[in-house]
Nanobody, 122 residues
Framework: QVQLVESGGGLVQAGDSLTLVCSAS??????????TNWYRQAPGKQRELVAS???????NYADFVKGRFTVSRDRSLAMVYLQMNRLKPEDTAVYYC??????????????WGQGTQVTVSS
């Protein structure tokens, strides 16, 4: 029904910037966006929450990215962005978007993208 695709990852040096994009498509016309979350998972480590943005634009950030990362979404709600500045080697991970939708009957559904690799060299 709904597909999420992340893009924008790549190989950069410490201090560089990247912008990730989460694009939503499919049968979302009757759905409302509750929240989009950005997670990341480094090799051998657990997945951790990076940032969140609600359908009306309220944002939250993990302490380790505050002041460096910015999450935003466009007016159509079809795309969510994660602007990452002053990247550090410890930011190296696969980044995933997770969007929670709600139906008119208040049923919640979560969808995950396939992930995009971010590698930050020292």
């Amino acid at each position: 029904q709904v597909q999420l695709v992340e893009s924008g990852g790549g190989l950069v040096q410490a201090g560089d910037s990247l912008t990730l994009v989460c694009s939503a498509s499919g049968s979302i016309f009757s759905l409302n966006v509750n929240t989009t979350n950005w997670y990341r998972q480094a090799p051998g480590k657990q997945r951790e929450l990076v940032a969140s943005i609600t359908g009306d634009g309220n944002t939250n950030y993990a302490d380790f990215v505050k002041g460096r990362f910015t999450v935003s979404r466009d007016r159509s709600l079809a795309m969510v962005y994660l602007q990452m500045n002053r990247l550090k080697p410890e930011d190296t991970a696969v980044y995933y978007c997770n969007t929670i939708f709600s139906t008119p009957t208040k049923h919640l559904f979560g969808y995950w993208g396939q992930g995009t690799q971010v590698t930050v060299s020292s």
